[in-house]
C-alpha cells in the first residue's frame, strides 16, 4: 500500500489537508483519505500534471490548476488573491459548511503550507503562530523566502465572508478563540499599526531559526 502524507489543519471554519503530490499509482490510495477529510476542493501548485484529475472529478473533487508558482518562492498577488477567492467560496459562501480544501505542490513543504498560512492569516491568526501550528503537523514546513512573505504580508482590508451577515465573521474569531484555549495558536487579529504590533514582529525571522 502506497505511504499516504497528509497534515489536517483545521481552525474554525478554515479546513484544509496539506499533501504531497500524488501519482497515477498512488491517486487511488488518496482517494478515501480525501473523502473521508469532506474534501471538496484540491489545489495543485506543482508544475505540469503529474497525475490524470479524472478519478477526483468523478467524486465531485474540484481541481484548481490556476495557482501555480516556482518551487521555494512566495506566490504572487494574482494566486493569492484567487486562493483567497476559493476560500471565501468554499467556507463562506456555500450552504455546506462540512468541506475541506485539500492542497499539495509536491513535497507539500513549501508552496503548500504558505498558502494555507496566508488563510489562517487573513482568518485572525498571528503569522508566528500560524507558522508554528502548521510546522507542528508539516515538519520542516517553509523556508526563509516564504517566511520573510509572511512577516511582511498585507491582509485584505475586507475579510473572509463578507458577503455574509457580520456574525459570520463574529463567529470566526469566536471558534479561533476557543481553539486556542485548546493548544491552537492564538487567533487575535493583528494590529494594523501602533508600537504594540511592531513590537510582536520584531526578529521574527530569527524567532524561527534562532538568528537573521
Not at 486562493?83 to 467560496?89: F, T
Not at 523566502?145 to 458577503?163: C, V
Amino acid at each position: 500500500m502506497p505511504r499516504v502524507s497528509i497534515s489536517p489543519i483545521q481552525v474554525g471554519p478554515l479546513n484544509f489537508l496539506i499533501l504531497d503530490c500524488p501519482s497515477d499509482s498512488t491517486l487511488p490510495a488518496y482517494i478515501p483519505v480525501l473523502e473521508e477529510h469532506n474534501v471538496t476542493d484540491l489545489v495543485r501548485i506543482c508544475e505540469g500534471s503529474p497525475y490524470d484529475p479524472t478519478p477526483l472529478s468523478d467524486i465531485g473533487i474540484a481541481v484548481h490548476d490556476n495557482m501555480k508558482f516556482q518551487d521555494g518562492t512566495a506566490p504572487a498577488k494574482d494566486v493569492v488573491a484567487r486562493w483567497l477567492d476559493l476560500n471565501d467560496e468554499v467556507f463562506f459562501n456555500s450552504p455546506n459548511k462540512d468541506r475541506c480544501i485539500a492542497v499539495h505542490c509536491v513535497s507539500g513543504i513549501g508552496r503548500a503550507p504558505v498558502l494555507v498560512a496566508i488563510a489562517l492569516v487573513e482568518g485572525g491568526m498571528d503569522p508566528l503562530d500560524a507558522i508554528t501550528y502548521i510546522r507542528k503537523v508539516r515538519r520542516g514546513a517553509l523556508n526563509r523566502i516564504q517566511l520573510a512573505f509572511l512577516d511582511s504580508y498585507k491582509k485584505r482590508k475586507q475579510g473572509f465572508g463578507t458577503k455574509k451577515p457580520p456574525n459570520k465573521a463574529a463567529a470566526l474569531t469566536a471558534t479561533n478563540k476557543s481553539n486556542s484555549n485548546n493548544s491552537t495558536p492564538s487567533s487575535q487579529p493583528i494590529a494594523g499599526s501602533g508600537s504594540g504590533s511592531e513590537k510582536k514582529k520584531t526578529g521574527f525571522i530569527s524567532k524561527i531559526f534562532g538568528k537573521k
